[in-house]
């Protein structure tokens, strides 16, 4: 599976060692993680239903994945920047579609 963000084979690469943290997480610490730096949200307790479907859905990623083995093209494909500037109406456009979803979402 190609730039699949790395989840699939997850499962088996957890508890792991966080040098950040200077302790061993789990795979819901390390959402968690993701979730307070990447997207400044806030942390998820690990048994809310949400929480619970990451992990379900990462787990059936990773079904027949051997510990350890390395994923053809494992990782997000790089992107190419655009050479043009953003066309604002359908910048304004996602805006008004997507924040208020969003928002909602984080509060």
Same mark, same amino acid.
């Given at each position: 599976?190609?730039?699949?963000?790395?989840?699939?084979?997850?499962?088996?690469?957890?508890?792991?060692?966080?040098?950040?943290?200077?302790? %061993?997480?789990t795979?819901?610490?390390?959402?968690?993680?993701?979730?307070?730096?990447?997207?400044n949200?806030?942390?998820?307790?690990?048994?809310?239903?949400?929480?619970?479907?990451?992990?379900?859905?990462?787990?059936?990623?990773?079904?027949?994945?051997? %510990?350890?083995?390395?994923?053809?093209?494992?990782?997000?494909?790089?992107?190419?920047?655009?050479?043009?500037a953003?066309?604002?109406?359908?910048?304004?456009?996602?805006?008004?579609?997507?924040?208020?979803?969003?928002?909602?979402?984080?509060?």
């Amino acid at each position: 599976m190609q730039n699949q963000s790395g989840f699939v084979g997850i499962w088996a690469r957890f508890p792991q060692y966080n040098a950040r943290g200077g302790k %061993v997480i789990t795979l819901a610490d390390r959402i968690n993680g993701c979730f307070e730096r990447s997207t400044n949200g806030k942390r998820m307790p690990s048994d809310t239903p949400e929480m619970k479907a990451m992990l379900t859905y990462m787990q059936w990623l990773s079904q027949g994945v051997p %510990v350890g083995a390395k994923i053809e093209g494992q990782g997000l494909k790089k992107i190419d920047f655009i050479l043009r500037a953003a066309d604002p109406k359908k910048v304004r456009q996602f805006i008004w579609i997507n924040v208020p979803f969003v928002i909602k979402k984080m509060a």
